[in-house]
């Protein structure tokens, strides 16, 4: 368990799920600005179909490690990223390792028993490849994508899969076959954040895996900020987007993706102009102007660490008028010097809770700022996650 704390000292069960709302994806308006380096690069690949994914090796013979070093090995010796690319077929792409028979074989044509999960890309799919390794298999919705958007996917998805950190989801491949668009990720066992935070398997998640998983998705962003170029802003950040490991280590999913997920709305296929993302963790600043900017992704984080410490969903319809959004509420409670009132009523009401819970909340406030001049960087908020969780521990350690 790495030294984990996983559920709450208390060691109560979760209480019934309260009545839940799903966040809906928006896609909603056109930004003038937003037209990006993507739509180019798309139309230079237009006609041209790639052929550059690479499965991860068997976990069972190598690990996943390894299957890092196959992406690595495609290389050049300058170190810089080749492209696989090959004219062929309209219809369809041909890979080494990883070929549409496989998958359906494996699915059995798509079988609903292998469905794990539903979301606005399309269904998700637990598969064991024929060497044994365990992935998720995204079957795009049929019908969502024109022709462009999916030459467009196969691009963004083979620079997305040079991406490597411990805290994000690796993108293996992306194979595109008759009407058939399949997007072939790392599979994360343990659910959702949005699943434990509902108790779906009956447990409590603990303040200090709380503290954990927000120092995980903190460094994941940054990582993604300040460490790939041209930087990756995520876009849809939100509980439903962190998948859990065994371990309870999150993993930073569909990162770079919101903006080639499916207008299903309009039906339109130049989504790179759309407004993206997931109501109740948008950034106001960006819906009003269409730039998109890391802060973006810096506001969504802030609701999403509102969400961790209340346990409550960005929004929540059921509730009183005053309560239905939530950083509007715990923004209020705080500045009443009431913030002990949103806590988690799940978690324990202890000094080292309480005071966690005061320090982040206070750095989700600034996250949160109207203006995002006023925002932290994620690198900011990184480090100072990591010395809330730090002292989280020693009081809790000095309270034994
Ligand atoms: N890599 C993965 N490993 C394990 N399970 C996954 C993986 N990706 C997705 N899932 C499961 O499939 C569900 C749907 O995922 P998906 O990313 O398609 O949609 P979403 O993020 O929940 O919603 P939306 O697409 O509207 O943003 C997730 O909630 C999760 O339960």
Not at 123 to 139: C, E, F, Q, S
Not at 240 to 268: C, Q, W, Y
Request: a positive charge; aromatic letters at 8%; proline letters at 4%.
């Amino acid at each position: 368990m790495n030294g984990r704390r996983r559920y709450s000292s208390s060691g109560g069960s979760c209480p019934a799920t309260p009545s839940s709302y799903s966040s809906k994806t928006l896609t909603d308006r056109s930004s003038p600005t937003d037209t990006g380096k993507s739509s180019s690069f798309a139309r230079w690949i237009s006609g041209l179909f790639i052929n550059c994914f690479t499965p991860p090796d068997s976990v069972s013979s190598k690990g996943f490690d390894d299957s890092e070093h196959d992406i690595r090995s495609r290389r050049s010796s300058t170190g810089s990223v080749q492209r696989h690319y090959h004219n062929g077929n309209a219809n369809e792409t041909e890979n080494p390792r990883f070929t549409f028979d496989e998958i359906y074989d494996a699915t059995k044509n798509f079988s609903p028993s292998f469905r794990i999960g539903q979301g606005g890309f399309g269904t998700v799919y637990k598969v064991k490849l024929r060497d044994g390794t365990i992935v998720a298999v995204k079957r795009a919705k049929k019908g969502t994508h024109g022709d462009t958007q999916g030459a467009e996917f196969v691009s963004e998805i083979q620079t997305l899969a040079q991406v490597t950190h411990l805290s994000l989801v690796r993108y293996y491949g992306f194979l595109v076959h008759n009407d058939e668009k399949i997007l072939i990720v790392e599979y994360v066992p343990n659910g959702t954040l949005r699943d434990h935070l509902d108790c779906k398997d009956g447990k409590i998640l603990d303040m200090a895996t709380r503290l954990d998983i927000a120092t995980d998705v903190a460094h994941a962003i940054t990582y993604l900020h300040m460490y790939t170029q041209p930087p990756i802003i995520h876009r849809d950040i939100k509980a439903s987007n962190i998948l859990l490991t065994e371990n309870f280590r999150a993993k930073v999913a569909d990162f770079g993706f919101a903006r080639l997920a499916p207008d299903s709305e309009s039906g339109a296929t130049h989504v790179s102009t759309q407004v993206k993302g997931t109501a109740g963790y948008l950034d106001p600043e960006y819906l009003t102007t269409y730039q998109l900017t890391v802060k973006s992704d810096v506001y969504s984080f802030g609701v999403l660490l509102v969400e961790i410490l209340t346990g409550r969903r960005p929004i929540e319809l059921s509730r009183e008028q005053k309560e239905r959004v939530t950083i509007r509420w715990a923004i209020k409670k705080f500045t009443n010097g009431d913030s002990i009132s949103v806590l988690d009523p799940k978690l324990e009401r202890s000094p080292a809770n309480n005071l966690a819970l005061e320090k982040v909340l206070e750095m989700a406030f600034q996250c949160l700022a109207p203006h995002r001049g006023s925002r932290p960087s994620m690198k900011k908020c990184s480090e100072i996650l990591w010395g809330i969780r730090k002292d989280y521990r020693e009081l809790l350690n000095t309270s034994l």
